[in-house]
T-cell receptor, first 113, second 113 residues
Framework: EADIYQTPRYLVIGTGKKITLECSQT?????MYWYQQDPGMELHLIHY???????EKGDLSSESTVSRIRTEHFPLTLESARPSHTSQYLC????????????FGPGTRLTVL | GNSVTQMEGPVTLSEEAFLTINCTYT??????LFWYVQYPGEGLQLLLK?????DKGSNKGFEATYRKETTSFHLEKGSVQVSDSAVYFC????????????FGTGTRLTIIP
């Protein structure tokens, strides 16, 4: 079983609120990722990190921001939530090197009213 | 650019039927290929992988062979069970560069008893 955790699992919040989605892993992986999964199941990479103090934008533009101050922790923040941010957010991590498995957390389902 | 095209769903089969989910890819170089599975309410987990041409990945009765000549990585299982009901994602990871996964759009599989 993968040791990667996301909290909260479900979040319902009003428009304009600031939110932080937590992601932690205990495997010592340098690489971490955030994906947005739409209702049609498709996955979109929105942020990734190669290690502490490294953050990069993914393939899908997102209004969210991320930080990587500790290896095990990769939180995602939305400064002002909007209904268009309603989605499933999945965090993942992996070791360096090609062909390595990405381990996924259980996801956070965010609903913005 | 790099892309993964997989069979559109949803796919509905009876228990013990033979399963094939098609996956083809476009990539520069020689990617690693993966199948990930997502059970209801969970994150993705690796089902199987192959890192070079002609390799066969296998797990839980599922198999897929890396076919460079046809740029394919089709997922097969000889006899499906109700517990195989899930969403299946084909993905590739370039064996150089920043090693981000490129996912297909996912195929929802439902097995009827």
């Amino acid at each position: 079983e993968a040791d990667i955790y996301q909290t909260p699992r479900y979040l319902v919040i009003g428009t304009g609120k600031k939110i932080t989605l937590e992601c932690s892993q205990t495997m010592g992986h340098d690489k971490m990722y955030w994906y947005q999964q739409d209702p049609g199941m498709e996955l979109h990479l929105i942020h990734y990190s190669y290690g502490v103090n490294s953050t990069e934008k993914g393939d899908l533009s997102s209004e969210s921001t991320v930080s990587r101050i500790r290896t095990e922790h990769f939180p995602l923040t939305l400064e002002s939530a909007r209904p268009s941010h309603t989605s499933q957010y999945l965090c993942a991590s992996s070791e360096y090197g090609a062909g390595n498995e990405q381990f996924f957390g259980p996801g956070t389902r965010l609903t913005v009213l | 650019g790099n892309s993964v095209t997989q069979m559109e769903g949803p796919v509905t089969l009876s228990e013990e039927a033979f399963l094939t989910i098609n996956c083809t890819y476009t990539a520069t170089g020689y990617p690693s290929l993966f199948w990930y599975v997502q059970y209801p309410g969970e994150g993705l987990q690796l089902l199987l992988k192959a890192t070079k041409a002609d390799d066969k990945g296998s797990n839980k009765g599922f198999e897929a062979t890396y076919r460079k000549e046809t740029t394919s990585f089709h997922l097969e299982k000889g006899s499906v069970q109700v517990s195989d009901s899930a969403v299946y994602f084909c993905a590739l990871d370039l064996n150089f560069g920043n090693e981000k996964l490129t996912f297909g759009t996912g195929t929802r599989l439902t097995i009827i008893p």
